[in-house]
Structures are given as structure tokens and as C-alpha cells.
């Protein structure tokens, strides 16, 4: 059974620091997805890694996956107020495409 | 906006009772998934229907079921409801329910808050 694991689990961060989230996982998991969440909305789709070594970059957010470790990252550089969120990983194990999802990590950045 | 509608938005009802909640899935997806996000077990899959057949079963207690209909949209009834099925119940669709490279898109969900 897949487990998915987010460090840390609350993350308070200045404006135009860097920081970085991230994901184990327990086994293998086709697709490595991150997801953010503002408060009481719907959950909107960041990223989706298929492959080790894939990484993906959308504005301040860089996310990567290394399949070897079964780790997935998610890299903010130089934070903005706008990117307070709680951010989610998750993975499917193939056939149902069923996501696992990490306990989430709230962001809260700062002035 | 992810195209996947959720109804309704909010729902408030007393314990013992029973509620539907809905689901239309973006044009053209075939895969209906529902999650439970509460405070205590986070966010948590229920059940997949894949062009009406129930695909793959997840957390989902037995007062709970669900279907998918052949206009593709789908329903998640929940019974006997206890306090704590206070939750926000989320749907998602994707366009096939195989894996690949397809994603699954979320709706705004339905709040339940069983008093």
C-alpha cells in the first residue's frame, strides 16, 4: 500500500526566502502529482512527474522527482505573499490512477 | 474554474440522516473519483467509476455508496450520518481511469457539517 509522507507539516517563511517541501514515498509510484490548496477551496493541480529525474518549473515553483529515492521535491524560490497555500503531494500506483495524498504543508510567507 | 461541478456547495443536516451529493465531470472525462478531506485523516480516496463501473474502492465506510450514470455524472450518498462525517467531500475527473499521463482535475466540493 502506498504511504506518502510531507515534510514539514507547517512551513512560515519570509518574503524572497527559498525553502523546499518534500515528499517520500513508500513505494513505487507511477505518477507523482502536487497540488495546492488555498483555504476551504479546491484542490489545483501544480504538477504532475512521471519519470525519474523529471523536473518542472511554473514561476517561483520548481518541482522534481527521483524515483531511486522516492523522493519528490517542491522548491520555492524567492517566496511572494500570494503563494501562502497549503501544498499537497501525491502519488498513484498505476491502474486506478487513485491518488495517495501526503499530509500537506502549509505555507505562510511573511512581509 | 477545473470544469468538474459540485452540488451543493454546502450541506447541513442532522445525525441519522441521509444526503446526496453530485458530480458532473469535465466534457469528455470518463473517470469519476471521490475523496474525503476532514481534519483528523486528511485528504482520503473513496471510490473511482470508470464510464459507469465502479473502478477501484478506497476508505469508504458501508453507510456510503456511490454510482455513476450513463450521462457520466455521479452520486455519493451517505447514511446513518454520524459527526463525524463532517467533511469536505471533493470529486474528480480524468479523462480515462488507467493511469498514463492523464490528471485529475478537482471540484470545489461539497462541505458537509452533520449536526
Known amino acids: 500500500e502506498l504511504k506518502v509522507e510531507q515534510n514539514p507539516l507547517f512551513l512560515s517563511m519570509q518574503e524572497g526566502k527559498n525553502y523546499t517541501i518534500y515528499c517520500n514515498y513508500s513505494t513505487t509510484s507511477d505518477r507523482l502529482y502536487w497540488y495546492r490548496q488555498d483555504p476551504g477551496k479546491s484542490l489545483e493541480s501544480l504538477f504532475v512527474l512521471l519519470s525519474n529525474g523529471a523536473v518542472k518549473q511554473e514561476g517561483r515553483l520548481m518541482a522534481s522527482l527521483d524515483t531511486k529515492a522516492r523522493l519528490s521535491t517542491l522548491h520555492i524560490t524567492a517566496a511572494v505573499h500570494d503563494l501562502s497555500a497549503t501544498y499537497f503531494c501525491a502519488g498513484d500506483t498505476g491502474t486506478a490512477s487513485k491518488l495517495t495524498f501526503g499530509t500537506g504543508t502549509r505555507l505562510q510567507v511573511t512581509l | 474554474d477545473s470544469g468538474v461541478t459540485q452540488t451543493p456547495k454546502h450541506l447541513i443536516t442532522a445525525t441519522g440522516q441521509r444526503v446526496t451529493l453530485r458530480c458532473s465531470p469535465r466534457s469528455g472525462d470518463l473517470s469519476v473519483y471521490w475523496y474525503q478531506q476532514s481534519l483528523d485523516q486528511g485528504l482520503q480516496f473513496l471510490i473511482q467509476?470508470?464510464?459507469?463501473?465502479?473502478?477501484a474502492k478506497g476508505n469508504i465506510l458501508e453507510r456510503f455508496s456511490a454510482q455513476q450514470f450513463p450521462d457520466l455524472h455521479s452520486e455519493l450518498n451517505l447514511s446513518s450520518l454520524e459527526l463525524g462525517d463532517s467533511a469536505l467531500y471533493f470529486c474528480a475527473s480524468s479523462l480515462s481511469g488507467r493511469g498514463g499521463d492523464t490528471e485529475a482535475f478537482f471540484g470545489q466540493g461539497t462541505r458537509l457539517t452533520v449536526v
Open positions: 467509476y470508470y464510464n459507469g463501473e465502479e473502478r
